[in-house]
């Protein structure tokens, strides 16, 4: 097994002309560890996630994966050490899975963009790993939502990398198929040695799933900690803008939510994600 990559985020702003987005966020994603982030939309989650995997670079501050500042590396020596998995997008009319789990070899791709050799090994074994070379010559666009979404986590695995983030991969999924790809994700950082982070909105998903919860709010981390450390009334109201209350699950011991009622929204929050 090849050894984990770590995340430095130090210091980092980020904005739009006249609209800031995420100011002096510092986080640090260990080798290895499942890191979920929450917040509001519009807090920054996703455009944290972004800076993350060299789509977009910092105002000020930096980000290191390994070590190295990704400011200092190209698209395709980003992309051969860290693959995002957008949010949900539509499928390609007459795309097989096979043909769209092979996308993601982009990163290892020569000059002209042909597939190198070593490269079907790849995307085979991302597709067993995911358990969907069953559906390998079917089209994509004739699987369910959570098939789908299942599909695109292999595509983001041929990537072939050590870090795997993932921008709400549970979106517009039934709650069966959300548990299998949080399930899956959880089941191949294990195997893989992945350093994955996750942007949920389910605090009750990141409770039982992730090692490690950061929150954020109008752009600025206020909170990072285990699930037993960060999930509180405290978070719910102050992150979350709702009053509820905080259980243990009475088998495994994470946090259960309870949530009562929305709490009015504060006036200064950020609406860029």
């Not at 980092?12 to 929450?38: C, K, N, S, W």
């Not at 995997?53 to 992309?79: F, K, Y």
């Not at 994470?254 to 929050?269: G, I, N, Q, R, T």
């Amino acid at each position: 097994m090849t050894e984990s990559v770590g995340i430095h985020v130090e210091g980092v702003h980020f904005g739009y002309p006249g609209q800031p987005v995420l100011r002096g966020v510092d986080m640090t994603v260990e080798p290895g560890e499942l890191t979920a982030l929450i917040g509001l939309n519009g807090c920054g989650k996703s455009t944290l996630l972004r800076l993350a995997a060299g789509l977009l670079r910092p105002d000020e501050g930096r980000v290191l994966l390994g070590g190295d500042d990704l400011a200092r590396l190209s698209r395709r020596a980003t992309a051969r050490r860290v693959a995002l998995l957008h949010q949900s997008a539509p499928a390609v009319p007459g795309m097989t899975v096979r043909h769209l789990v092979r996308q993601g070899r982009y990163a290892a791709r020569g000059p002209l963009g042909m597939l190198r050799e070593g490269d079907d090994p790849v995307v085979r074994r991302a597709l067993r790993d995911v358990g969907v070379e069953q559906w390998a010559e079917r089209d994509v666009d004739a699987l369910s939502g959570g098939e789908r979404q299942r599909v695109r986590l292999a595509m983001a695995l041929a990537q072939d990398t050590r870090v795997l983030l993932l921008d709400e991969p549970t979106t517009y999924l039934d709650l069966h198929h959300q548990l299998d790809v949080l399930q899956t994700v959880v089941r191949l950082r294990e195997e893989r040695g992945l350093t994955v982070v996750m942007v949920l909105h389910d605090l009750a998903h990141a409770a039982r799933f992730a090692e490690r919860i950061v929150a954020l709010r109008d752009g600025r981390v206020v909170a990072d900690g285990t699930p037993k450390e960060v999930v509180t009334p405290g978070l719910l109201a102050d992150v979350l803008r709702v009053a509820g209350r905080v259980g243990r699950d009475p088998e495994g011991g994470w946090p259960v939510c309870y949530p009562d009622h929305p709490l009015p929204a504060l006036e200064d929050e950020n609406h860029i994600h």
